[in-house]
Nanobody
Framework: QVQLAESGGGLVQAGGSLTLSCASSTRTFSSYAMGWFRQTTGKEREFVGAISWSGSSTMYADSVKGRFTVSRDNAKNTVYLQMNSLKSEDTAVYYC???????????????????WGQGTQVTVSS
């Protein structure tokens, strides 16, 4: 079972930046595209961005395009979410999730074969 641990959240003023990390304990991490999601109380978890298993391609939700950047370091089994120009509406708990299958084209996840981590809280004050 894939295990992931998100970190790096915190309180930041609007317009500020944060970088989130998602570390995996599995040896197959580098084989999977990885996605970032976020959720606020009472709402469905929503897709934020993702990166292919090789790191060669990324995709983003329209709401964060141009402000957020997903990257990965397969040697460290870690994927990152760099968040710039933060807005109050970015306030949420952020989670990462692997793709459903290894070596996929793009990202079609999240996988049904893993347990969501605790996430990391991001709070943007206006």
């Amino acid at each position: 079972q894939v295990q992931l641990a998100e970190s790096g959240g915190g309180l930041v003023q609007a317009g500020g930046s944060l970088t989130l990390s998602c570390a995996s304990s599995t040896r197959t991490f580098s084989s999977y595209a990885m996605g970032w999601f976020r959720q606020t109380t009472g709402k469905e978890r929503e897709f934020v961005g993702a990166i292919s298993w090789s790191g060669s391609s990324t995709m983003y939700a329209d709401s964060v395009k141009g402000r957020f950047t997903v990257s990965r370091d397969n040697a460290k089994n870690t994927v990152y979410l760099q968040m710039n120009s933060l807005k109050s509406e970015d306030t949420a708990v952020y989670y990462c999730a692997p793709d459903e299958a290894p070596y996929g084209l793009g990202y079609s996840g999240p996988s049904t074969n893993f347990d969501w981590g605790q996430g990391t809280q991001v709070t943007v004050s206006s």
